[in-house]
């Protein structure tokens, strides 16, 4: 399995923009397609958003497109989410998740998860 590692949390104000970062180690990287999930308290886990392998594909949860962006480096190991125009209800705990599917789709059986980063929006 892979390991992940999130970081670039923390609390914003409504309308701000975050990036968090997803550092993966233990295997090859471009093997995974990599996904963004969240939950709020009292709230399930959701999908936010995913990148296939090589990352010509990506997905969104509707409450994101336009707003959110996925994007990985394969030779840095790395894959981020660049979070624009926050809202309140974005905040959550941002995972990072790996599947060896390859699609990155919401669909997937993603399993490898990073432990999460803290993100607050304020009003």
């Known amino acids: 399995q892979v390991q992940l590692v999130e970081s670039g949390g923390g609390l914003v104000q409504a309308g701000g923009s975050l990036s968090l970062s997803c550092a993966a180690s233990?295997?090859?990287?471009?093997?995974?397609?990599m996904g963004w999930f969240r939950q709020a308290p009292g709230k399930d886990r959701e999908f936010v958003a995913g990148?296939?392998?090589?990352?010509?594909?990506?997905y969104y949860a509707d409450s994101v497109k336009g707003r959110f962006t996925i994007s990985r480096d394969n030779a840095k190991n790395t894959v981020y989410l660049q979070m624009n125009s926050l809202k309140p209800e974005d905040t959550a705990v941002y995972y990072c998740?790996?599947?060896?599917?390859?699609?990155?789709?919401?669909?997937?059986?993603?399993?490898?998860w990073g432990k999460g980063t803290q993100v607050t929006v304020s009003s």
């Open positions: 998740a790996a599947e060896n599917i390859g699609s990155g789709a919401p669909w997937a059986k993603y399993n490898s």
């Open positions: 233990g295997r090859t990287f471009s093997y995974y397609a």
């Open positions: 990148i296939s392998r090589s990352g010509d594909r990506t």
